[in-house]
């Protein structure tokens, strides 16, 4: 395929990119547009030495690439390059990619790395905090400097509580929440008009419990009782 170049020969990444990630980048021939792969898959923790940093690289799962319309390289900071690249952010993410880092001060401008993992976009430093407004406004699809909703920002390599970029669930997270529901077991609640007694069985009110009123003074509750 003529749109996707590999210059990672001579890196400790130097092996090529998962199937799945090459088929969410195809549209990039659409754009004409090159992907010029300088650091690419690694080999997992435990099976082998030639890896470094991220486990998002592992086993081609994701990539760090400059990118080429023209045969010129493609620069965010260029006013007619960065319509390019929030198309290939919001097209890749459309298409399943879940982490993407950029930004001047990350790699240099015009290269991204992009790929798989928990849902994340960064900056320098590996922070959600230093994501650009453009990558961030193109990865939620959101205005330019207005955060996602109920999003957070933070480290995208430690995926704890608050500390990574959260934003709307994929395909897959939300068919594993819908598997998850369908192992609950089905709420059943009694009427309580119907049957009063079901009521009663109830663990006693908090508040009567600690003096906040008398339930035998209460008309409605005695009733229930009485019945």
Same mark, same amino acid.
């Given at each position: 395929?003529?749109?996707?170049?590999?210059?990672?020969?001579?890196?400790?990444?130097?092996?090529?990119?998962?199937?799945?990630?090459?088929?969410?980048?195809?549209?990039?021939?659409?754009?004409?547009?090159?992907?010029?792969?300088?650091?690419?898959?690694?080999?997992? =923790?435990?099976?082998?030495?030639?890896?470094?940093?991220?486990?998002?690289?592992?086993?081609?799962?994701?990539? /760090?690439?400059?990118?080429?319309?023209?045969?010129? =390289?493609?620069?965010?900071?260029?006013?007619?390059?960065?319509?390019?690249?929030?198309?290939?952010?919001?097209?890749?993410?459309?298409?399943?990619? &879940?982490?993407?880092?950029?930004?001047?001060?990350?790699?240099?401008?015009?290269?991204?790395?992009?790929?798989?993992?928990?849902?994340?976009?960064?900056?320098?430093?590996? =922070?959600? /905090?230093?994501?650009?407004?453009?990558?961030?406004?193109?990865?939620?699809?959101?205005?330019?400097?207005?955060?996602?909703?109920?999003?957070?920002?933070? /480290?995208?390599?430690?995926? &704890?509580?608050?500390?990574?970029?959260?934003?709307?669930?994929?395909?897959?997270?939300?068919?594993?929440?819908?598997?998850?529901?369908? =192992?609950?077991?089905?709420?059943?609640?009694?009427?309580?008009?119907?049957?009063?007694?079901?009521?009663?069985?109830?663990?006693?009110?908090?508040?009567?419990?600690?003096?906040?009123?008398?339930?035998?003074?209460?008309?409605?509750?005695?009733?229930?009782? &009485?019945?």
């Amino acid at each position: 395929m003529d749109w996707l170049e590999y210059s990672n020969q001579g890196a400790t990444r130097n092996q090529p990119l998962d199937g799945r990630l090459v088929g969410a980048m195809s549209f990039l021939p659409e754009m004409g547009v090159t992907m010029r792969v300088i650091s690419g898959g690694q080999d997992a =923790k435990g099976e082998g030495d030639r890896r470094t940093g991220s486990t998002r690289h592992d086993h081609g799962g994701a990539a /760090d690439a400059d990118f080429y319309k023209d045969g010129r =390289k493609l620069d965010w900071n260029n006013p007619e390059d960065r319509p390019l690249f929030e198309a290939i952010v919001s097209r890749a993410r459309a298409n399943g990619v &879940t982490g993407i880092g950029a930004g001047d001060d990350y790699m240099g401008a015009g290269r991204m790395h992009i790929g798989f993992g928990s849902e994340a976009v960064w900056g320098a430093g590996g =922070k959600g /905090d230093n994501a650009p407004d453009w990558l961030r406004s193109a990865y939620y699809g959101t205005p330019a400097g207005q955060p996602p909703a109920g999003g957070q920002q933070g /480290d995208p390599w430690a995926y &704890t509580p608050g500390n990574y970029a959260q934003g709307p669930q994929g395909p897959q997270q939300n068919q594993l929440a819908a598997q998850e529901e369908q =192992k609950r077991p089905e709420f059943q609640m009694r009427n309580i008009l119907q049957d009063p007694r079901a009521f009663m069985q109830q663990p006693q009110n908090q508040l009567a419990q600690g003096g906040g009123f008398d339930v035998g003074s209460n008309p409605f509750l005695n009733y229930l009782r &009485t019945s």
